[in-house]
């Protein structure tokens, strides 16, 4: 097992994390002053001396949300014990490259939000979430590719996220579309904006199916979670009328689930499976 592999050194910190490996670097970003913790967690059948063998990678918001119960307040999405059923089941294998998320929750929503003034959130100016995704596609991404055995293609490319985290996904998947082949959001934070203005934003986005992108959107509907729904299948509804099929746009709706990484957990699977099938 290699101790380092680029800037990225393996964590040996206290984990709820039973399968696969888990390194991380303290890097600068551009969206931020302070340095952030990029977290890399590789498959179980990732062979540190085979090159041939490569794999697809999925970039995630809230990185220190997905395989360490530990680095969080909130629990995690256990998403290497659901890499392992997708490996042990139907041959899957992927690497997840998460960025970590600023303590600060109004920072988060600036760099999870696109550059398009939320007119549903009150004294919130100049969010900054292209300089996020423009990081992960010019800095992160070809650091990542260099460092590890990947597979560098679009179609082997995805970017997923919850909540802010999933508006920022699937967002990021509209503008840097030469970079994503699928985007993975779960209760997307579409709320943020107004019924009719939201469908002024998708038909600005040039949404339809000359993407060539797989999208994911899952929502549930109890308590706080009630609110990203009429957002959610608004624009699974508008993606359909415009040419999307069940082979390229996806969506679950789960009456009984609150917003919690519990949620997230359970449908990561059908998301990856939609994706790597």
């Known amino acids: 097992m290699n101790e380092k592999i680029g800037v990225f050194c393996l964590d040996k910190t206290k984990t709820t994390m ?12 551009p969206f931020d002053k302070e340095k952030r913790y990029i977290r890399v967690w ?18 995630f918001s809230d990185g ?17 014990k659901v890499a392992h059923r997708l490996y042990k089941e139907k041959g899957i294998s992927f690497i997840a490259v998460g960025i970590d998320s600023p303590k ?8 999870l939000n696109p550059d398009i003034k939320p007119d549903k959130v009150k004294d919130i100016d100049n969010p900054y979430g292209n300089k996020f995704i423009n990081y992960i596609t010019d800095e992160l991404k070809p650091l990542i590719d260099k460092c590890f055995f990947t ?8 970017i997923g996220g919850s ?31 107004t019924l009719p203005y939201w469908k002024e934003l998708l038909k600005s986005f040039e949404l339809n199916k000359k993407l060539n992108t797989k999208f994911f ?58 994706w790597l099938k």
């Open 18 to 29: 039973k399968y696969g490996r888990h390194y991380k670097a303290l890097l600068d970003v």
């Open 42 to 59: 590789l498959p179980e059948d990732y062979d540190y001396n085979d090159k041939n063998k490569m794999f697809p990678v999925i970039y």
């Open 64 to 80: 220190q949300n997905l395989v360490n119960r530990y680095l969080t307040a909130f629990g995690d999405w256990n998403l290497d």
């Open 104 to 111: 600060d929750e109004l920072k988060r929503f600036l760099e």
């Open 151 to 158: 597979k560098p293609e679009r179609e082997h490319t995805a």
């Open 163 to 193: 909540s802010m985290g999933g508006i920022m996904a699937f967002y990021g998947a509209v503008i840097r579309n030469e970079t994503f082949g699928f985007s993975l959001d779960f209760s997307p934070a579409f709320l943020n904006y």
């Open 217 to 274: 959107l899952y929502v549930g509907g109890k308590e706080f979670e009630k609110g990203f729904v009429s957002h959610t299948l608004l624009t699974y509804r508008y993606m359909v009328r415009q040419g999307f099929t069940p082979d390229d746009l996806a969506i679950i709706y789960d009456s009984q689930m609150i917003h919690h990484e519990n949620a997230w957990n359970k449908y990561l699977y059908d998301a990856i499976d939609f």
